[in-house]
Nanobody, 124 residues
Framework: QVQLVESGGGLVQAGGSLRPSCEAS????????MGWFRQAPGKEREFVAA????????YYADSVKARFTISRDNAKNTVYLQMNSLKPEDTAVYYC?????????????????WGQGTQVTVSS
């Protein structure tokens, strides 16, 4: 079992930055690839970014590429999402998730454990 707790969301103006984080407890954090997803009001949850167990490989949705950076610190059992140049359309609840297999996956079904989410609101 893995417990994931996100923090670091908030309200920011367009063009600003935020860095949500997700701390894991339970099973060995470094055994999981990790991902970030988001869900905007009235929309389905969508993939944002993913990172392999030791950070060697990252992958991003086209909508956030070059603006967001996913990283992890296995010593702190934490994964981060650095979000720069934020846009109002980035407003959503952001979720971190631990994958079922040690690979990059963009599909929700590939993730076994989920956090409760953290709200990110970008004002225009």
């Amino acid at each position: 079992q893995v417990q994931l707790v996100e923090s670091g969301g908030g309200l920011v103006q367009a063009g600003g930055s935020l860095r949500p984080s997700c701390e894991a407890s339970g099973r060995t954090f470094s055994s999981f690839s990790m991902g970030w997803f988001r869900q905007a009001p009235g929309k389905e949850r969508e993939f944002v970014a993913a990172i392999t167990q030791f950070g060697a490989i990252t992958y991003y949705a086209d909508s956030v590429k070059a603006r967001f950076t996913i990283s992890r610190d296995n010593a702190k059992n934490t994964v981060y999402l650095q979000m720069n140049s934020l846009k109002p359309e980035d407003t959503a609840v952001y979720y971190c998730a631990a994958a079922s297999a040690p690979v990059i996956t963009t599909h929700e079904n590939g993730y076994r454990y989920w956090g409760q989410g953290t709200q990110v609101t970008v004002s225009s």
